[in-house]
């Protein structure tokens, strides 16, 4: 493919194709996109529907976002996009090895996005043809796809899904198995070199704790030395006030504007919600009662933000062996990582142990949704939440943190219950007036319930599919057996974990 290249006032080349709006596109590249493109209107939006097959709901960018001029989306049209030079040849462009052009730009695009750390963005408005293309990708094309960019297992189970009688899926999986293997690991596009603060922007930090207490005065500590000074850290503290030490915080001790709050609600999200109202500054940093940061952790999240011009970023979690590690083992651990570190991109997912944002965003979402109490998924929810948003969540490999996973306190201990059957259980937020008795539903239900809330109706038919294939493929071949016989059993449990998502999903998203 031949592009034409257009000079942007910073000096930086943009190769492209099609007629974009010059102007615009110069005003684009001091984001944090890579690869621009109008294709929604162009015919382009949630083209390849078939990568459910492999990636299920796994994959939060497998659908196009609605009613936004800008967002994050990988479905390029070949013949209507551009793309910084640099980034062009790093990935080396197209694949030409697809004998549909269409499938090349996506091919591109997707792998831009999921494996090199590059940004890919639809613009409205930047390319003025609104023509809307036919996509035509053949089935050959569509398992040559899988097998260049997957394992061998996900293109059987796309022949099982299309039908497994039909001789031209046979027909297109042998053709891909014979002709082509699975694709080299993909580059990587670099991280851009972090500016200086701009301004002095205030930032508030929020720490939802229970039965952790030394373990938030050990990041409180670590708080206090920061090279970039918060501004106001917020404490909501469920720890029984029979456990508490209510001297433990002594608010003189800190730098910043330091609020506790004993939480009297039930709930990590319930915290959060309740600390957000609290907060004061530009930016909010989520973080877990049980970590250990750098100095430097709050300056680089503020940089990098400030860098992409993004509206928030998901940092570093380095998970430790024991809860007596510190910062000297994060180095450590950090030198390990260190080639698969460095990278950006737009993040496939959103941690409330080490996050920040612009308050704006965060105020805009009100919070966390309170339907995830008891459970898990309530920080995917808000990540993805973001996105919805049109802003983009990039990753920020500059701050890392520590996390020490102590084996008690916190508030799984409330999500604790959910595994116990019987009279013993204490009966869990996400179950509202229908109590569980003998089945414990499995996936988490509020997991499900994240799954119902983001994903169409025959997204989650794929993930069923999907979670059971794996269930009965992926375990030793001795208890394939056990494993079918215990199918009628574990279908109970994925219907009364559908039963709850869905009850909550008719409550619709609530914060308090």
Known sequence: MIL???????????????????EKLDALILGAGDIWHSSFEQGYKNAFPELVYQTAIFFIFINDFDNLDECV??????????????????????????????????????????????VPLYIKGLFDINQKEEINISAKDRYVFFRKNFKMDHSVFMLYRKGFWKWKEWNALFYA??????????????????????????????????????FTLKLL?????????????????????NARDEKLYQKQDFPFELIVKWQET????????????LCTGDYIVF????????PNFIENHIKILQTYKAGACNGLDILADNQQQNLTD?????????????????????????????????????????NFDGGYGEDSDFGLSLFKLGQIVIHNP????????????????????????????????????????????????????????????????????????LYLFKGSKKGFLYRFLRLPYKNLQFKKSLFYAKKLNNLGIRYK
């Not at 708080?223 to 503290?237: E, F, G, K, M, R």
């Not at 809330?453 to 025959?458: A, I, N, V």
Request: aromatic share 10%; proline share 6%.
């Open 266 to 277: 039930k709930g990590s999200c319930r915290a959060r919600n309740e600390a957000i109202e």
């Open 221 to 241: 500590q670590d708080l206090a030395v920061q090279t970039y000074p918060l501004s106001q850290v917020v404490i909501v503290d469920a720890t029984p006030a």
């Open 73 to 118: 989306s990988w479905r390029v049209n070949p013949n209507q996009f551009a793309v910084r030079k640099s980034v062009w040849e790093q990935l080396q462009g197209f694949d030409s090895e697809y004998q549909n052009i269409q499938l090349q730009a996506l091919d591109f695009g997707y792998n831009a996005l999921r494996n090199s750390a590059a």
């Open 330 to 370: 994060l180095k450590k651990k950090l030198k390990k990582v260190d080639k698969s570190r460095w990278k950006v991109g737009a993040s496939g997912n959103f941690s409330n142990a080490n996050s920040c944002a612009k308050s704006e965003y965060v105020k805009k979402l009100i919070g966390n949704d309170i």
């Open 4 to 22: 034409k290249e257009f000079i942007a006032s910073t000096g930086e080349i943009i190769l492209y194709n099609g007629k974009p709006n010059f």
């Open 398 to 469: 500059f701050s890392a943190n520590l996390h020490l996973k102590p084996p008690v306190g916190g508030y799984r201990f409330w999500g604790n219950q959910a595994k116990i059957i019987g009279k013993k259980r204490k009966t869990q937020p996400w179950e509202l007036d229908n109590p569980v008795k003998f089945i414990r539903p499995v996936p988490s239900p509020t997991v499900m319930y994240g799954i119902v809330k983001h994903f169409e109706t025959q997204q989650v038919v794929e993930y069923k599919h999907k979670h059971f294939f």
């Open 177 to 214: 198995k014979k002709n082509f293997n699975l694709s080299a690991k993909k580059p990587l596009i670099k991280p851009r070199t972090l500016l200086p603060i701009e301004g002095q922007p205030t930032v508030s930090y929020i720490i939802p704790t229970m039965m952790r207490q030394e």
């Open 287 to 294: 973080g877990d009662d049980d970590i250990r940061v750098f």
